[in-house]
C-alpha cells in the first residue's frame, strides 16, 4: 500500500448575529437545534445524538442512497457558556477516517448582537483532501444557524456574513 502524508490545513469563518452570545451559544447546546442547522444531509441522517458538556460526544451518521456510510464523532473539550465550546470531530466514510479537526468558536458580544469566531486545524489523513468543500459546508451550515436565530421561536436576527 502506498504511503500518503498526513496533510494539514485550517480556516477561520465569522459570522455577526444579531441575538445575545447567550442565544447564540445556545443554538450549539440545544440538541434540536443544533440537529435543525448543522444537519446537512438530514432527508439521509439515521442516527444523530448530542451530549453536550465537557467529554461529551456528538454523534452524525448519514447512510447515502448510494450504500456509502459517512461518519462524524465529536468530543467536546472546553465549554464556556455563551463565551467559547472546544471540540475535536473526525469524519469517516465506509470506515475510513478521511480526517480529524480541532475546532474553537468563540462568542463576542458586539453593539447589536453577538461577533462569532470559528477556527477550524484540519488533519487530512491517507490522501483524501477536500478543503474548499469542508469550508463550503461548514459556511453553509452557519449560515443556517443565522437563519435558526431569524425564525419564529427563536432568540434574534441574523446579522451580515463576515
Known sequence: MKHHPS???DFVIERRFDA???AVFEAWADPEAKR?????HAEHTTDYRLDFRPFGHETHRVAYPDGRVQQ?????FDIVAARRIVFA???QLDARRLSVSLVTVEFFAYERGTRMVYKEQLAYLDGHEDRARRLR????SLDRLGLELMAPGGQGQAGGRQ
Open 20 to 22: 445575545t452570545p447567550e
Open 7 to 9: 496533510t494539514h490545513t
Open 72 to 76: 462524524i464523532e465529536k468530543v467536546f
Open 36 to 40: 435543525r442547522w448543522s444537519d446537512c
Open 89 to 91: 470531530y473526525d469524519i
Open 137 to 140: 459546508g461548514t459556511e453553509e
